[in-house]
């Protein structure tokens, strides 16, 4: 690094000091030789969370600390009783609590690992100059000496000295605070200067607004403006997500519910029987206890995200990156997608096919960004000599670059690139010396540069039009007339309804060492084929099934925009409407326009943030396409911004929701479908998770105040019945939960989900419905096991001749069962259970998984010492899993009925 300030050196001695030559950059191996000394360009993270407080987190948890009260409860009724046989119930509760931690801590590494992914994803990229040429590397890689390349919408990762700069204004809000961008100017500094007045630098962590530069990086990493006050970044707390919210709020109610419910059965048995020894104590104290941490799904936060991180996940690999887990939530809900129209819905194979010259045209065959796939396939010499000009004037003006291994920088300028070698012209644009620059951007909508003898400016024809003098011909430039003018706009006007993109070329003399921009000669217009991309149209309609609509906004001409709309099937109406209509509307007639119209041409980035706002104030989730730095406001608006990830800036990532890695429509829409499929399962596993252990709430509940009519006690005893014993209520807690939830999370959607309507985001999830169903599900559990004992003790509804060990192992084994049967119940609120039954092959591991481990319960000598069972025959069985299986007709029953309610809607 440079041994003085460098804002008050001159850029070619910081670049000598720093080893390198602005006009080449860095080797890749002394970029790698100085990654290694000076490390990574990252600024200090929070310090890792030790291993032992992550497993530590497992255990502090408040139904936790009553398993531990449990425990303390068990052993010292143990050692009160002298201690002689094995504390079984202290060492089960134990093992439980160990087995619920693991199970905890597992879900979380996924879901941290799962993150960590998502965030290498979306890591920022940097243009550099390498071995003399551009190159993409990830900004964490940059070294000091790297050679940065700033253009519009760029975020620039590291501290640099600028070499050069054209137009350069830079957002410093991050670092100084200041809401206006800084113009910035190479020309070195004198005396001690305040960070926002360092023209000559830029910092890490800003965003480059308008123009272009050179600059060579100074610092990296904590060396950094930025690393000297990291702390700031760590300053703002992220907010839950209104889903995180509501299961936080319904953890809480169903908390308090259940340990009330849990001393209501403890005083219940305290009035009911005597509780004369210390063991009968226990007994009620462990079922209470044991109730209130089964009944509560206190796994349900770590499953919510385990879930939300597998299904973006699974976004990614569709190629639609989201950056924040719980935005799915909104995803799954967006009703309107305002796409732009190139590379989004068009293939962005950006291809110049015609050359229009007052001479005439010339027609270039070929597509895509191969110079060796086409040339000239007609138009007379004269012709053909003028466009040689048009793209040699469009190639100059210029800052894409292509290679075997593609295009970097902007499509639209890598299509002269390519038309170029096709007309045969033996001059090299490249070779020209560029000494100034006046970059494009959306408002001035052109681009120029003056070379040692020429200006040379390309951008939308209109607008350049009115910024030349002359036309050139075939005998050298005339006067632009007015009957010039008029005939150039109707060929424009019939290239545009043809579905070009059309962008007009001029030059003229260089007037010393000043870019100026008037009085220009026009040399011609460039016909560009977009082609529409084969999927859009069907992801179109698909989008129009599922209830959203989709607006086309765009900066290309009227014309254009509409042809491609009307091919895609994406609009019905004779036009587009353009942001200078937009501008004569009044605040209604602005309204009532965005309600009605569905293709806009020639806007602003003020156009659609105040579209993105009037969609919302109707109550619309609106998704926002956007890829330059003007486009962040708007995307920032909207419920979910959506960059694109091959052009757009990485401004535009950073206000981004979602990034489209492939900048297609289609995957909006693929990851709306996959967005409402998550959202769905997770319904489903909340629908499981509450209703199972309600199951359990109402089994113990009802087992204990009935327990004289069930026959689990007979009039006058004075025996502490049980239906369950508390180490069976947590084992069933530990078995039936979270392998079930975290397989419903991963469930195929159904067939319907892109068929239905947008879902309305200020609905709960968890409804008056859910808890209906909740209820009822609950409820029936609860009676089969009851039931089940019932059926096997004497005395009670029916008559049986069995133990009381025996019929309470029969009714474990029937909740456990229910429990598992209500997970095929839970996939769905209409379809029945039987519907696409095998095509979760993680839900049938995880009840086969169930199934084994409460056979080894019934079973195994020592985990029936441990859980309190017996061994079961054949015939008990069949009785305990008929019994549990009740769960699934009677839902079964209901689902009939909510179709036939449906079908009658």
């Not at 890792?48 to 530590?56: G, T």
């Not at 796939?373 to 003028?386: N, P």
């Not at 989709?550 to 009227?558: A, E, R, S």
Request: net charge negative; aromatic share 6%.
């Amino acid at each position: 690094m440079p041994h003085s300030e460098p804002y008050i050196t001159d850029a070619a001695s910081v670049s000598a000091e720093l080893g390198v030559d602005p006009e080449v950059g860095l080797s890749a191996a002394s970029a790698a030789e100085r990654l290694a000394e000076h490390g990574p360009n990252e600024l200090r993270a929070k310090k890792p969370v030790p291993l032992w407080r992550k497993i530590l987190k497992q255990f502090q948890d408040p139904l936790v600390y009553l398993l531990f009260v449990a425990m303390a409860i068990a052993l010292a009724a143990w050692w009160a009783e002298g201690g002689e046989s094995v504390p079984v119930d202290t060492i089960v509760i134990g093992l439980i609590v160990l087995a619920n931690a693991a199970l905890g801590f597992s879900q979380e590494s996924r879901a941290e690992s799962a993150v960590a992914a998502l965030a290498s994803m979306t890591a920022a990229t940097s243009t550099v100059l390498r071995d003399g040429r551009q190159a993409q590397v990830p900004s964490a890689e940059l070294v000091p000496g790297d050679v940065l390349l700033l253009a519009e919408g760029d975020a620039v990762g590291a501290d640099a000295r600028l070499v050069t700069a054209t137009s350069l204004t830079v957002q410093e809000a991050s670092l100084t605070g200041e809401s206006e961008a800084s113009t910035k100017d190479p020309r070195t500094l004198e005396g001690t200067i305040a960070l926002g007045d360092r023209a000559n630098m830029v910092f890490k962590g800003t965003a480059v607004v308008q123009g272009v530069g050179t600059a060579v990086v100074t610092a990296t990493g904590m060396d950094t403006e930025m690393g000297s006050i990291a702390d700031m970044l760590d300053r703002t707390e992220q907010e839950e997500s209104p889903l995180e919210t509501e299961v936080a709020r319904v953890s809480r109610l169903l908390g308090a519910l259940v340990v009330a419910i849990a001393l209501l059965v403890m005083g219940t048995l305290a009035v009911l029987y005597r509780v004369d020894s210390a063991e009968d104590l226990v007994d009620i104290l462990l079922l209470g206890v044991s109730l209130a941490v089964a009944a509560v799904p206190e796994g349900l936060p770590a499953i919510l995200s385990l879930v939300l991180a597998i299904g973006v996940q699974h976004l990614a690999r569709r190629n639609a990156i989201m950056k924040n887990l719980h935005s799915v939530e909104t995803l799954g809900a967006a009703s309107v997608i305002c796409s732009d129209k190139t590379g989004t819905l068009t293939r962005n194979e950006m291809t110049i096919q015609r050359v229009l010259t007052d001479a005439g045209e010339v027609k270039l065959s070929g597509v895509g960004y191969d110079p060796a796939a086409g040339g000239v396939e007609s138009g007379s010499e004269a012709a053909l000599e003028l466009a040689r000009d048009v793209v040699f004037g469009g190639a100059v003006a210029n800052n894409a670059q292509l290679d075997a291994d593609g295009i970097i920088g902007d499509p639209t300028e890598a299509a002269f690139l390519v038309a170029w070698p096709k007309l045969a012209d033996e001059r090299d644009p490249g070779a020209l010396h560029r000494r100034a620059e006046v970059p494009f951007n959306s408002d001035r909508k052109m681009m120029s540069v003056l070379t040692d003898t020429h200006v040379f400016s390309k951008g939308a024809p209109d607008v350049l039009a009115q910024r030349c003098a002359r036309l050139q011909t075939a005998a050298g430039p005339v006067e632009f007339s007015a009957e010039h003018r008029r005939k150039w706009a109707e060929v424009i006007e019939d290239l545009s309804a043809q579905g070009y993109r059309t962008l007009g070329v001029a030059g003229g003399d260089a007037a010393g060492d000043e870019l100026v921009e008037d009085g220009l000669t026009f040399l011609g217009v460039v016909a560009i084929i977009d082609p529409p991309r084969t999927e859009a149209m069907a992801a179109l309609q698909q989008a129009h099934d599922a209830g959203i609509r989709t607006l086309m906004i765009t900066g290309d001409h009227p014309a254009t925009a509409h042809k491609i709309a009307t091919d895609l099937g994406l609009t019905k109406t004779d036009h587009a409407l353009s942001g200078l209509e937009l501008d004569q509307l009044d605040e209604e007639g602005f309204r009532a326009a965005v309600q009605e119209v569905d293709v806009y041409a020639r806007v602003t980035p003020a156009h659609k943030l105040r579209i993105v706002d009037m969609l919302q104030e109707k109550g619309a989730v609106v998704a926002m396409t956007g890829d330059g730095v003007n486009d962040a406001p708007a995307l920032k608006s909207a419920d979910i911004g959506v960059a694109m990830g091959i052009t757009g800036t990485e401004v535009t990532k950073e206000a981004a929701t979602l990034i489209l890695a492939d900048d297609n429509y289609a995957t909006i829409v693929a990851a709306v479908d996959r967005g409402r499929g998550i959202f769905d399962n997770i319904a489903k596993f909340l629908r499981y998770l509450l209703s199972s252990n309600m199951g359990e709430v109402i089994t113990v509940f009802f087992g204990v105040v009935l327990a004289t009519w069930l026959g689990l006690s007979q009039p006058g005893s004075e025996e502490v019945a049980l239906p369950l014993l508390a180490t069976q209520i947590l084992w069933i807690n530990l078995v039936t939960d979270s392998g079930p939830a975290l397989a419903m999370g991963v469930d195929p959607a159904d067939e319907d989900i892109m068929k239905r309507r947008p879902r309305d985001p200020k609905k709960p999830i968890i409804d008056r419905d859910m808890w209906k169903r909740v209820l009822f599900v609950g409820s029936i559990m609860g009676a089969a096991t009851l039931l089940t004992i019932d059926i096997f003790l004497p005395g009670g509804f029916v008559e049986g001749h069995h133990t009381l060990d025996t019929a309470r192992t029969a009714g474990f084994t029937a909740l456990v069962f229910a429990q598992l049967f209500n997970a095929f119940n839970a996939r769905s609120t209409f379809r029945s259970a039987f519907h696409r039954m095998f095509n979760n092959h993680w839900l049938w591991a995880s009840v086969l998984l169930g199934i084994a481990l409460q056979v080894a319960v019934v079973n195994l000598p020592v985990l029936q010492t441990a859980f309190g069972t017996t061994a079961l025959s054949l015939e008990q069985w069949f009785v305990a899993i008929a019994m549990a299986s009740t769960v699934l007709w009677a839902e079964e029953l209901v689902k009939v009925v909510r179709r036939a309610r449906r079908r009658e809607a």
